[in-house]
Nanobody, 117 residues
């Protein structure tokens, strides 16, 4: 299993920035995909961005150009730099890990991001 610990959420005004971090520990496969998902009240959890261990990225259309996902493989940590935040970005953000064969997935406990208008 893989244990994920997120940090960096908080309250910010619209137009502001936040940086989320997610540190992974445990039985980590060198080839993997890690990502950020979010869930707003009354809505389904949705993909925000994900990144492979090789550095390939993909983003939800709603965050392209504003959010940047990155990773430090030596630290088994991913980051989400969120700029130009909007009230509709308000949600609990969850970190996700999957090994290369998607044989299982792990989730972090979530971190709240609140953007005020």
């Amino acid at each position: 299993q893989v244990h994920l610990v997120e940090s960096g959420g908080g309250l910010v005004q619209a137009g502001g920035s936040l940086r989320l971090s997610c540190a992974a520990s445990g039985n980590i496969f060198s080839i993997n995909i890690m990502g950020w998902y979010r869930q707003a009240p009354g809505k389904q959890r949705e993909l925000v961005a994900r990144i492979t261990s090789g550095g390939s990225r993909n983003y939800a259309e709603s965050v392209k150009g504003r959010f940047t996902i990155s990773r430090d493989n030596a630290k088994n940590t991913i980051y989400l730099q969120m700029n130009s935040l909007k009230p509709e970005d308000t949600a609990v953000y969850y970190c996700n890990y999957q090994p290369w064969d998607a044989s299982f997935e792990s989730w972090g406990q979530g971190t709240q991001v609140t953007v005020s208008s």
